[in-house]
């Protein structure tokens, strides 16, 4: 499965953003769905995390400001953003497990999200 992040900017403290990342090639019915993030100088984290099985799990930064979602007949998944802090600003990733497997093994090309004080 091939993904394309998109959706990132510049905007200000406080301000929102919706983040989308369709796929391609194969669906992603079937598929754990996260996003994650990296900040300047700093490794790569999670931000969110939908299981097929139900649970979504969200970094404490983010719980209450950011929700995960998807949509099966448009193929994509989205990160929508509100009340966004500097702290947010990272280059964002959509991720997408195999069928069957846990852990993220595809990634979207990254889109950057900039958060102004």
């Known amino acids: 499965v091939q993904l394309q992040a998109s959706g990132g900017g510049l905007v200000q403290a406080g301000g929102s953003l919706r983040l989308s990342c369709t796929a391609s090639?194969?669906?992603?019915?079937?598929?754990?769905l996260a996003w994650y993030r990296q900040p300047p100088g700093q490794q790569r984290e999670l931000v969110a995390y939908e299981s097929t099985r139900g649970p979504i799990d969200y970094a404490d930064s983010v719980k209450g400001r950011f929700t995960i979602s998807s949509n099966g007949r448009e193929n994509s998944v989205y990160l929508q953003m509100t009340n966004l802090k500097p702290e947010d600003t990272a280059v964002y990733y959509c991720g997408a497990s195999p069928r069957g497997r846990s852990e993220i093994a595809y990634w979207g090309q990254g889109t950057q999200v900039t958060v102004s004080s």
């Open positions: 090639e194969d669906r992603i019915s079937g598929r754990n």
